[in-house]
C-alpha cells in the first residue's frame, strides 16, 4: 500500500493525465457482476421452478379382466353335437355359430308346421274372399313364392266352390224365372177371362128381356148363363193358380236366400275354425323356431375362446349343459388395479391414467390411456393380509398400436398404473423435504 501511495504522488506531481492501473479495483468489479449474475440466475431459476409443473402420480399394480363375466355357452335342449366351429383361443364375433347341435327332431317339427301355417295362410286368404263374394283371389305373396303348389290349388278351390256356388244360384234363379213368367201368363189369361166374363154377364143382362118378351128362345138364354158360369170359374180357378204361383215364387226366392245364408254359413264357419288355427300356430311358430335356432349355438359377445367343455362331434349333450365358455372383449380394457391406503385420498372417477403392460415393453411399444371408472367403497385385504384398495379403469381401446401393427391385449396380463392425481411446482417439490423437517422439528422425544 506504501508503494502504491508513492507511486500516485510521483504520477500526481509529474502531471500525468494518464489514471493509475489498478488491479484490485477491477477483481471487486468483476466479483460484483459474477454475485449479481449468480443471484439473477437463482432468481430465474427460483421462478423457473415457481411456475413449472409436474404431475402427480399414484402408481399402483393391476391387471387385465373381463369388462363382462365370462359367458358360458348352453344348449337349451338335449341332443347329439353336429359340428364344432371353433377352437380354444380363436377369436370370436357376437352371433358367430361355435357349435350345431343335431336339429332333426326340431327341424321336422317347423317344417311340418311351416306347411300348415302356409296351408292356412291361404286356405283364410281363400275363405275370405268368399265370404266377401269376391270374384277374384289374391293371395299372400308368401303362400305364392313358398309353395306355389298350395297357392294353385287354392285358387282351384276357390273356382270350383264359387262355380258350384253360382250354379246353384242359377238353378233357383231360373226356377224363380219360370214361377214369374207363369205368373204373368196367368194375370195376362186371368185378365182376358175377366174381360169376357164382364162381356158375357151384359149380354146375359141384355138377353133375359128378350126371352121373356119371346124375341129370343130360352135357349139362348141359358147358353150365355152356362158361359158367365163358366167365365166366373175360371176367374176363381185363376186366382187360386195365381196365389199358388206367387207362393211359388215366395218359395224360390226364399230358397235362393237360403242358398246364400247355407253358403255364406259355411264358409265362415271353416273361416272361424281355420282362423283360430292360424292364430294358435302363429304363436307355436316362434316357440319351434327358436327351439331350432337354439340348435346353432352362437356368441353372445366380441371374445376368445376360452374353453370347450365337449370335443367330440356324435357326443351327447344335455340341457342346460355348459358347452363352451367365452372371454368377452369390448372396445376398452377393464383394468383391476390395488391401490395402497396411503395413495387413496386424491382418487376419485374419471381420472386419467397411463397403463403399462409388463408382457410390451414401454419404452418401446407405449403403453394405453385410461380412465378410473369406480374405487372400492372399502379397503380389501389379499391373501398376505395387505390391506389395498380395489379400483377399476378403463382403457379407450383394447389394443396398443405399434408400427401399424395392433398388439394383442387379453385377459390375465399383468399392468402398471400411473393415474393422475394433480399437478405439483417444481419448487414445492423441492421444498417438501424441508416442510416436512419443518413439521416434525422440536417434536420427536
Known amino acids: 500500500m506504501a508503494l502504491k501511495g508513492r507511486c500516485y504522488s510521483s504520477y500526481r506531481q509529474k502531471g500525468a493525465r494518464v489514471a493509475p492501473f489498478n488491479i484490485d479495483d477491477r477483481a471487486v468489479v468483476r466479483g460484483r457482476w459474477l454475485l449479481w449474475s449468480m443471484a439473477l440466475l437463482l432468481l430465474l431459476l427460483a421462478l423457473w421452478a415457481h411456475y413449472a ?60 308346421s311351416r306347411v300348415e301355417l302356409v296351408a292356412l295362410l291361404g286356405r283364410t286368404a281363400r275363405l275370405r274372399a268368399e265370404s266377401r263374394a269376391e270374384s277374384v283371389l289374391q293371395l299372400p305373396q308368401g303362400v305364392s313364392e313358398e309353395r306355389p303348389d298350395i297357392a294353385a290349388w287354392e285358387m282351384q278351390l276357390f273356382t270350383a266352390r264359387l262355380q258350384e256356388q253360382q250354379a246353384s244360384l242359377s238353378i233357383l234363379q231360373r226356377q224363380r224365372q219360370q214361377r214369374l213368367e207363369e205368373l204373368d201368363e196367368l194375370k195376362i189369361k186371368q185378365q182376358q177371362t175377366r174381360t169376357s166374363y164382364q162381356l158375357a154377364n151384359r149380354e146375359l143382362t141384355i138377353t133375359a128381356p128378350l126371352v121373356k118378351q119371346g124375341v129370343m128362345s130360352e135357349i139362348e138364354l141359358l147358353r150365355l148363363q152356362r158361359e158367365v158360369n163358366d167365365l166366373k170359374g175360371s176367374l176363381e180357378a185363376m186366382g187360386v193358380a195365381e196365389k199358388r204361383v206367387s207362393a211359388a215364387l215366395s218359395e224360390s226366392d226364399a230358397r235362393i236366400e237360403e242358398q246364400q245364408r247355407r253358403y255364406q254359413r259355411t264358409v265362415l264357419g271353416e273361416l272361424a275354425e281355420s282362423s283360430a288355427r292360424l292364430e294358435q300356430l302363429q304363436e307355436t311358430m316362434p316357440v319351434l323356431q327358436q327351439r331350432l335356432q337354439q340348435t346353432a349355438l352362437r356368441s353372445p359377445v366380441q371374445g376368445v375362446v376360452k374353453q370347450i367343455h365337449i370335443n367330440t362331434v356324435g357326443g351327447v349333450v344335455e340341457a342346460a349343459q355348459p358347452l363352451i365358455e367365452v372371454v368377452p372383449q369390448e372396445d376398452g380394457l377393464l383394468i383391476e388395479a390395488a391401490v395402497m391406503p396411503a395413495d387413496i385420498a386424491f382418487l376419485y372417477p374419471g381420472q386419467q391414467a397411463i397403463v403399462r403392460f409388463t408382457a410390451y415393453d414401454f419404452s418401446i411399444y407405449g403403453g394405453l ?55 405439483k411446482s417444481l419448487l414445492n417439490y423441492l421444498l417438501k423435504p424441508l416442510h416436512r423437517m419443518e413439521q416434525r422439528a422440536l417434536s420427536e422425544r
Open 53 to 112: 409443473m409436474l404431475d402427480e402420480m399414484t402408481r399402483a399394480a393391476g391387471r387385465v379382466i373381463p369388462s363382462k363375466e365370462v359367458q358360458i355357452i348352453q344348449s337349451a335342449e338335449s341332443g347329439i353335437v353336429e359340428e364344432i366351429l371353433v377352437t380354444e383361443g380363436e377369436q370370436v364375433e357376437p352371433g358367430q355359430i361355435l357349435m350345431r347341435i343335431n336339429d332333426m327332431r326340431f327341424s321336422a317339427s317347423y317344417q311340418e
Open 369 to 423: 390411456s385410461a380412465q378410473v371408472e369406480h374405487i372400492s367403497a372399502d379397503s380389501l385385504v389379499d391373501a398376505e393380509g395387505v390391506a389395498y384398495y380395489r379400483v377399476l379403469l378403463r382403457t379407450a381401446t383394447d389394443y396398443i398400436r405399434h408400427r401399424h401393427e395392433s398388439l394383442p391385449i387379453i385377459p390375465g396380463m399383468v399392468v402398471e398404473v400411473d393415474i393422475l392425481t394433480g399437478k
